[in-house]
Nanobody, 124 residues
């Protein structure tokens, strides 16, 4: 069964940092482009950042560009999202999923179901 497992969220003060991890069971992440998505209370889920399967191409939504960095370690079957200079508006549940390539659209591929996500709360 294909399953995504997100971790690394928590409570952090504005300006702080967190590093999220995306792992998978049932398949190897290394063959797929992967994206991070988030959903804040009362809002629709939105794409945050995506990374290609092999050539390192990345995409960021404008609100996080320059603050967030997506990366992957295929040997560990894990994709990361380093989040710096966090703002209260970054508060959301963060999810990962497979996305289409090229990654500029950050469009999710209907492959497996959404994981549980990891809660990120930015508050003083």
């Amino acid at each position: 069964q294909v399953q995504f497992v997100e971790s690394g969220g928590g409570l952090v003060q504005p300006g702080g940092s967190l590093r999220l991890s995306c792992a998978a069971s049932g398949f190897s992440l290394s063959y797929y482009a992967i994206g991070w998505f988030r959903q804040a209370p009362g809002k629709e889920r939105e794409a945050v950042s995506c990374i290609s399967s092999s050539d390192g191409e990345t995409h960021y939504v404008g609100s996080v560009e320059g603050r967030f960095t997506i990366s992957r370690d295929n040997a560990k079957n894990t994709v990361f999202l380093q989040m710096n200079s966090l703002k209260p508006e970054d508060t959301a549940v963060y999810y990962c999923a497979t996305v289409y390539e090229p990654v500029f659209s950050c469009s999710r591929v209907e492959f497996g179901s959404w994981g549980q996500g990891t809660q990120v709360t930015v508050s003083s």
